[in-house]
């Protein structure tokens, strides 16, 4: 059974630093991972996603590697900004099978 | 903008009644849609798959003839909790499905049961 873990469970930094998320997971025959964000009491917008053969992906500011071999994710944000406070989710999908498992989240505060 | 609407956005009930959620598809035909459960400061947990004209498929665990799940059309999916209680107090989140791994979340419906 495919589990996600993510520390830490909360983060604050200062505005403008760059900081690093960190996701891991059990079973490495996974067939995707995507970051997600989620605003309070929001649903969830979908950040990056990188396919099993890929080791990074990048939006502006936000860079998202893969190692699959030892099971683990990060998610880094250069310049941070207030308005990047949120809880950031990551999700594996695991071959053969449509579902996501989540893992348990960071919430970030950008502080200004 | 939006692709997935959730209805309502928050609802207040009284133990023992029964609750109604949509989740509907706004530019999409989408004959799969998942069903999600946030507990405070949990992460999201996959309650059922919601097929569109057939049954939903429930997750180990989760009640079926609690969480009745219905898919009658390509755009709608209703979650309906069956005499709610507390503990069934939670948020609410609905996801489309479009390709092999592409979801869309809804807005999500926060349930509070006194």
């Known amino acids: 059974k495919q589990e996600v873990t993510q520390i830490p469970a909360a983060l604050s930094v200062p505005e403008g630093e760059n900081l690093v998320l960190n996701c891991s997971f059990t079973?490495?025959?996974?067939?995707?991972l995507q970051w997600f964000r989620q605003d309070p009491g929001k649903g969830l917008t979908s950040l990056l996603l990188i396919q099993s053969s890929q080791r990074e992906q990048t939006s502006g500011r936000l860079n998202a590697s893969l190692d699959k071999s030892s099971g683990r994710s990060t998610l880094y944000i250069a310049a941070s900004q207030p308005g990047d406070s949120a809880t950031y989710l990551c999700a594996v999908q695991n071959f053969g099978n449509e579902k996501l498992t989540f893992g348990t989240g960071t919430r970030l505060t950008i502080i200004p | 903008g939006a692709v997935v609407s959730q209805h309502p956005s928050w609802v207040i009930c009284k133990s023992g009644t029964s609750v109604k959620i949509e989740c509907r598809s706004l530019?999409?035909?989408?004959?799969?849609m998942f069903w999600y459960r946030q507990f405070p400061k949990q992460s999201l947990m996959l309650m059922a798959t919601?097929?569109?004209?057939?049954?939903?498929?429930?997750e180990q665990g989760v009640e079926k003839d609690k969480f009745l799940i219905n898919h009658a059309s390509l755009t709608l999916s209703t979650l309906t909790v069956t005499s709610a209680h507390p503990e069934d107090s939670s948020f609410y989140i609905c996801s489309e499905r479009r390709g092999v791994e592409t979801q869309y979340f809804g807005p999500g419906t926060r349930l509070l049961v006194l």
């Open positions: 079973d490495s025959a996974i067939y995707n």
């Open positions: 919601s097929n569109e004209g057939s049954k939903a498929t429930y």
């Open positions: 530019d999409f035909q989408a004959t799969t």
